[in-house]
């Protein structure tokens, strides 16, 4: 645990993870969805700093953050909502079983060993008619395989070539058959399916002349091919009874 925490202590600060295009995305998204809309209590497994949380308040919801980084909950508790530091990797989610109408988990599984016992423990805190929404990134998506063919192992969706890590920050790597597989594994049925693609790219390594990346989201190759062109996967499900 004290490894994990101290490798995660201010990883949650980065820039990127409060405003930029995939937040951004997430944010309209879990804005947008009838689940949150409707819901009094919102659990965010892997909070940061609790972007998405305040991005999505409103009065008499309870709003709860928890991340293994005690600053990252400390951020939260800062902006007047319930934030707690947890082992995500073995720890119990410290909330009783049926306690949330929705639970986020954005970007987390693929920082874990054993992403499975997270799943599990979201699907126990979660009402039995709640929502799950959950995020990982494409690892197999376009850019990556072309990278790899040239014999790079370069991540678009990770933030360790930015600072020039010889490793890479995830430890799973998701592919669109291998998060559906996941998601039936650990008993959640899929009820949408959302895909990202930028509306352009920050990165200089990986800029697409703004045609083309217009063309690409134009004619929805993402939603037609997302194991391609997908960069990220927003799946919202429901707890399998039984």
């Not at 600060?13 to 998204?29: G, M, R, S």
């Not at 991340?67 to 909502?81: F, M, N, Y």
């Not at 929502?131 to 376009?142: E, H, I, Q, Y």
């Not at 194991?227 to 996967?233: D, K």
Request: glycine fraction near 8%; charge should be neutral.
């Amino acid at each position: 645990m004290t490894e994990r925490t101290e490798y995660y202590r201010d990883y949650w600060k980065e820039p990127q993870f409060e405003d930029c295009t995939y937040v951004n995305w997430k944010v309209a998204l879990t804005r947008s969805q009838q689940g949150i809309r409707e819901a009094s209590s919102i659990l965010d497994v892997g909070c940061g700093g609790g972007a998405i949380l305040r991005a999505i308040a409103r009065p008499g919801v309870r709003l709860v953050g928890v991340d293994v980084a005690e600053g990252a909950a400390q951020a939260v508790r800062d902006a007047g909502l319930e934030g707690v530091a947890v082992d995500l990797e073995q720890g119990v989610l410290p909330f009783a079983s049926g306690t949330f109408d929705a639970v986020l988990c954005y970007d987390v599984f693929e920082h874990l060993f054993s992403p499975s016992h997270l799943a599990a423990e979201i699907r126990r805190v979660m009402k039995a008619d709640g929502r799950a929404f959950l995020c990982v990134p494409n690892s197999l998506n376009g850019f990556n395989r072309l990278m790899f063919l040239a014999g790079k192992h370069v991540d678009i969706m990770d933030t360790s070539h930015r600072e020039r890590e010889l490793f890479s920050n995830h430890i799973r790597l998701f592919s669109r058959n291998l998060f559906e597989e996941f998601l039936a594994a650990t008993r959640f049925d899929v009820v949408e399916r959302h895909f990202y693609f930028p509306p352009e790219f920050t990165d200089r390594r990986y800029r697409l002349p703004h045609q083309l990346n217009d063309l690409i989201r134009a004619v929805r190759l993402p939603q037609a091919l997302p194991g391609l062109f997908a960069l990220g996967f927003l799946y919202v499900c429901r707890p399998r009874e039984g």
